[in-house]
């Protein structure tokens, strides 16, 4: 429990009211027993029923009936997910649902059940990617909700699956086993078999490195930032940048996507190096809707006229 507790000190969570996504699955149940024990009348919990499988509702009463045990306030959160990709469209219902209820019940933060090896996972799935820095920090221990942009919190990411696995089942507690949501699922399906066959591997050092690497990105975003600050010019038509020739690439990257995104431009940074390559050679290029111009001044940013 010291450990935990230790966990959320560290996310600077140790006197914050508390929401706990609990899918019924061991990992959340684990969440919301270690929770429900540190932080006791401070936590709450909410469970997603997208309605996509027959058992789901009766796994949400299950859940319901546990924090009724404990003394936890619960909540079903019914969602109709969209048409198109359902991976996707059920990851966004279920942050919108998470989003409202944390908004409705004054809760400071949500607590999701991401663990090392989930991490290790995460890193190992993105390496055989090719992910820039931002893609090989994995999940943040600390970020937000996608939706709502509200503090969402990990705080067992250097817990091993087994050991909450454990836990439950040492309180003798029967989990239900959802599949997973993730539009990931057949690559990290072949990534967790892989580490499992792996024994020389450790899924917590792996964690760790992509603990040091988020560190390493925080860095180059706060670099980027006063970059921006020193070198950017921004008018209601254009954003003028002129970099420095000791700007490293990495930062320059970060800029480029930055002032393309404040001109409503939606990219990735492999799409940007493409345009920062075509801005050194001297030329021009567009992404995303915004026109890029080299020129004597610096590099110059405006929105794409619109096509006749």
Known sequence: MARFRAALDRLGAGSARLGVAVSGGPDSLALLLLAAQARPGEVEAATVDHGLRPESADEAASVARLCEQLGVPHTTLKVTVAAGNLQQEARQARYRALADWQAARGLDALLTAHHADDQAETLLMRLNRGSGLGGLAGVRAKGRNPVSGGLVLRPLL???????????????????????????????????????????????AIAQSAAWLEQAEAALVHYANAEWDALVGVSESAITYRPAPETPREIRLRVMARAIAQLGGETRLSQVAELLDALERGESGNLAGVLARATPNGWIFTPEPPRR
């Open 158 to 204: 250097d817990w091993r699956k087994a050991e909450l696995e454990a836990l439950v089942r040492d309180c003798g507690i029967e989990p239900v086993q959802d599949p997973s949501n993730r539009d990931d699922r057949f690559d990290r399906a072949r990534i967790r078999k892989s580490l499992a066959a792996a024994d020389w591997l450790d899924p917590p």
